[in-house]
Nanobody, 119 residues
């Protein structure tokens, strides 16, 4: 079982940047994927970006490419999400998640961190 703890959320003004962190503990295989998702009240959870833990291959939602960057530090067992040029529509609870290499779905989730962007 993988445990995930997000941090770094907060209140920022539109146009500013924020970096989220996710501390990862437990067994993570090289080919496992880590992802960031976000959710606002009344809406389904939305995919933001993902990364293969060992090789670093990334994917991002089209609407966030160029503004959001996912990365990881294997030595620190930490996942990051760098968010630039934030706008009020980015306000959400952001979650990190883990997907085993042999699974099609994410099965471990953090508790989430709130990001609020003011106009």
């Amino acid at each position: 079982q993988v445990q995930l703890v997000e941090s770094g959320g907060g209140l920022v003004q539109a146009g500013h940047s924020l970096r989220l962190s996710c501390a990862v503990s437990g067994r993570v295989f090289n080919a496992d994927a880590m992802g960031w998702f976000r959710q606002t009240p009344g809406k389904e959870r939305e995919f933001v970006a993902s990364i293969v833990w060992r090789v670093g291959t990334t994917r991002a939602a089209d609407s966030m490419k160029g503004r959001f960057t996912i990365s990881r530090d294997n030595g620190k067992n930490t996942l990051y999400l760098e968010m630039n040029n934030l706008n009020p529509e980015d306000t959400a609870v952001y979650y990190c998640a883990h997907r085993r290499w042999d699974s099609a779905s994410y099965s471990s989730w953090g508790q989430g961190t709130q990001v609020t962007v003011s106009s």
